[in-house]
């Protein structure tokens, strides 16, 4: 049972554009979300988290919103570049519980020119 | 910097032989983890530790042992290989209050036949 999904296993954007790519859990004891990219051969990296608290969290292009009643969040990336193009996973944790994650499976997004 | 480094990048086992996969970071942190991924699912966390001399287990840590001699180095041990264990395996760490945001190593690819 896949506490956190991500059901687009790819997304194809044009340069330019805005990219949503999103996320849904059904653990109600989740309270903190991050967004990891990750580029072939090479390890995730932190892109941006956000804490149940809030329901919108800004890093420059990248912006997360969280739906707490509807167990979502997605990310938006405007306007897409085409260094964007990676895997990106959403993961969530319950605060301060022995610091395990949750990953879902990741979505492909790619950028067209 | 070199962050969270992993070796080998690449290996191919014989189902029963036996290998360690070796991870270090220069960070000073004091958490770190094994995950593997596989196709169509998120990183599954196998082991991990909170600091020297502490270990514990994950979501999936049947076949694997660890140990945390040293705040720098997580080594991973497969008893007995089995095709099952074909994977690609992730180490990160992370420091601080911030426990969730972790650092990735490129990861060891790994096949067993």
């Known amino acids: 049972d896949q506490q956190v999904k991500q059901n687009s296993p790819s997304l194809s954007v044009q340069e330019g554009r805005i990219s949503i790519l999103n996320c849904d859990y059904t653990?109600?004891?989740?309270?903190?979300f991050l967004w990891y990219k990750k580029y072939p051969a090479e390890g995730p990296t932190f892109l941006i988290s956000i804490s149940s608290i809030k329901d919108k969290n800004e890093d420059g292009r990248f912006t997360v919103f969280l739906n707490k009643s509807a167990k979502h969040l997605s990310l938006h990336i405007v306007p897409s570049q085409p260094g964007d193009s990676a895997v990106y996973f959403c993961a969530a944790s319950v605060l301060d519980s022995n610091y395990q994650l949750i990953w879902g499976a990741g979505t492909k997004l790619i950028i067209k020119p | 910097n070199a962050g969270v480094t992993q070796t080998p990048k690449f290996q191919v086992l014989k189902t029963g032989q036996s290998m360690t996969l070796q991870c270090a970071q220069d960070?000073?942190?004091?958490?770190m983890s094994w995950y593997r991924q596989d196709p169509g699912m998120g990183l599954r966390l196998i082991h991990y530790?909170?600091?020297?001399?502490?270990?514990d287990q994950g979501e999936v840590p049947n076949g694997y042992n660890v140990s945390r001699s040293t705040t720098e180095d997580f080594p991973l041990r497969l008893l007995s290989a089995a095709p099952s264990q074909t994977s690609v395996y992730f180490c990160a760490s992370s420091y601080g209050t911030a426990k969730n945001i972790q650092y990735f190593g490129a990861g060891t690819r790994l096949s067993v036949l």
């Open positions: 530790s909170v600091g020297a001399g502490i270990t």
């Open positions: 653990n109600s004891m989740f309270d903190y």
């Open positions: 960070m000073n942190h004091e958490y």
